[in-house]
């Protein structure tokens, strides 16, 4: 079994400051690791993906996310928030193969920039 | 290459009928999962569709089934819609599903109200 737990329901930031978003997972075999960005009315975009290679992994627009087993744990990051990222960010794992493709999601964070 | 479509993207149907829901995933791709998401338990997974054949099911009443054809275009179904079955529905594709979890693509969604 497998699951996902995002610390933070909301975050809030002001542009130009770093963003955290923290996840940590449970699984019982070696996880693939993904975070997810929702925008309002849209539909999920894949910022970043972890597959057990490289620990720190580097996403789309600036973002990046280090995969810590010993602290099983999965934190977002941004540098200088913008104001289009105001959005909705899941973290998610994957099923092993033999369970085909099925994804568990954590209950997410909205986050909010502030000018 | 377009991305995942969905069809149709509003509906809006009363306690006690029946809905269809269409999805077409990018081409190539074989893999074709549906998510529910909800304010109250967020996104959960539905079922997972391969080579026409239904390879992974969530925890879902009967009431909502699914299909895919031979051309990976995918559809499901919720009869007997009931006020709790109003959400966004996302349907995401994959390539193949074997090996490293694929990445999955969403759609944008179709919103369903049950009034």
């Known amino acids: 079994a497998q699951s996902v737990t995002q610390l933070d329901s909301h975050v809030s930031v002001s542009e130009g400051t770093p963003v955290l978003l923290r996840c940590n997972y449970s699984?019982?075999?070696?996880?693939?690791l993904f975070w997810y960005v929702q925008h309002p009315n849209k539909g999920l975009q894949l910022l970043l993906k972890?597959?057990?290679?490289?620990?720190l992994v580097k996403g789309i627009n600036g973002f990046e996310a280090e995969f810590k087993k010993s602290e099983t744990s999965f934190h977002l990051t941004k540098p200088s928030a913008h104001m289009s990222d105001a959005a909705e960010y899941f973290c998610?794992?994957?099923?092993?193969?033999?369970?085909?493709?099925?994804?568990?999601f954590g209950g997410g964070t909205r986050v909010l920039v502030k000018p | 290459k377009a991305g995942v479509t969905q069809t149709p993207r509003y509906l809006i149907k009363t306690r006690g009928q029946q809905v269809t829901l269409s999805c077409s995933p990018i081409s190539g791709h074989r893999s074709v999962s549906w998510y529910q998401q909800t304010p109250g338990q967020g996104l959960q997974f539905l079922f997972e569709?391969?080579?026409?054949?239904?390879?992974n099911k969530g925890n879902f009443p009967g009431r909502f089934s699914g299909r895919q054809f031979s051309n990976s275009r995918s559809e499901m179904n919720v009869s007997t819609l009931e006020l709790g079955d109003s959400a966004l529905y996302l349907c995401?594709?994959?390539?193949?599903?074997?090996?490293?979890?694929?990445?999955?693509?969403f759609g944008p969604g179709t919103r369903l109200t049950v009034l």
């Open positions: 995401a594709s994959s390539l193949e599903g074997y090996g490293i979890p694929d990445t999955q693509y």
């Open positions: 998610v794992v994957a099923a092993i193969k033999a369970a085909g493709n099925k994804l568990t």
């Open positions: 972890y597959t057990s290679a490289a620990t």
């Open positions: 569709y391969f080579s026409e054949t239904q390879r």
């Open positions: 699984s019982s075999y070696s996880p693939s």
